[in-house]
């Protein structure tokens, strides 16, 4: 399996611009998370889906922040506009949340955003 | 809200000895309580996790206990090498979250 697979891995953009992360699942899971990393904050649940649905985006920022999940197979995480303090690692996981006892979610590697 | 906690954030010791990684957490509410590993520029890896009925998980020269009453955990990596080198995080899991204490950086000096 080749994992949770994240793209791009680097991105560098200019304050006002449109930023969008995209994310592929490990198949056959149905949960997918999108967090992000800062020295200040560490890590943070952005938004959750489950089945495709988003159940709890109460992590998300402000409204320049939004997700989707067309498919079980891939999401975005779009901010525009993008502004300085949205620089942070980006990462997206997913699990198949079976059992809440015993499933762990698995990452992917990473969107590093540096907004500039 | 759950508060997860880790001390030290930092630890150097030199290849051979033994570490010891803690984690609190405020809520014993928990289905499980996990460990990663996070390389520099890397994902997430998962190392144990240990459901909220169980004591401890061991895997290799790794060994986490838990104690839910008293919201703590500790990650003991027997005879370090510098490949143990990295960030571990604690997180716990609430329903469907994972909430993460900010990580203890280990270095292991050859």
């Known amino acids: 399996d080749a994992g949770v697979i994240q793209s791009p891995r680097h991105e560098v953009t200019e304050m006002g611009q449109e930023v969008t992360l995209r994310c592929k699942p490990i198949?056959?899971?149905?949960?997918l998370f999108w967090y992000r990393q800062t020295m200040m904050r560490g890590l943070e649940l952005l938004i959750y889906?489950?089945?495709?649905?988003?159940?709890?985006d109460s992590g998300m920022p402000e409204d320049r922040f939004s997700a989707k999940m067309p498919n079980a197979s891939f999401s975005t995480l779009k901010i525009q506009p993008s502004e300085p303090r949205d620089s942070a690692v980006y990462f997206c996981?997913?699990?198949?949340?079976?059992?809440?006892?015993?499933?762990?979610?698995?990452f992917g590697p990473g969107t590093r955003l540096t907004v500039l | 809200k759950q508060e997860v906690t880790q001390i030290p954030a930092a630890l150097s010791v030199p290849e051979g000895e033994n570490l010891v990684l803690n984690c609190s957490f405020t809520?014993?509410?928990?289905?499980?309580l996990q460990w990663f590993r996070q390389d520099p520029g890397k994902g997430l890896t998962s190392l144990l996790l240990?459901?909220?009925?169980?004591r401890e998980q061991t895997s290799g020269r790794l060994n986490a206990s838990l104690d839910k009453s008293s919201g703590r955990s500790t990650l003991y990596i027997a005879a370090s090498q510098p490949g143990d080198s990295a960030t571990y995080l604690c997180?716990?899991?609430?329903?469907?979250?994972?909430?993460f204490g900010a990580g203890t950086t280990v270095t292991v000096r050859a």
């Open positions: 997180a716990v899991r609430t329903d469907y979250k994972l909430s």
């Open positions: 996981a997913s699990s198949y949340d079976r059992d809440l006892g015993t499933d762990t979610q698995y």
């Open positions: 889906f489950n089945n495709n649905v988003p159940i709890d």
């Open positions: 240990i459901q909220s009925s169980q």
């Open positions: 809520d014993s509410a928990i289905y499980n």
């Open positions: 198949s056959g899971h149905n949960s």
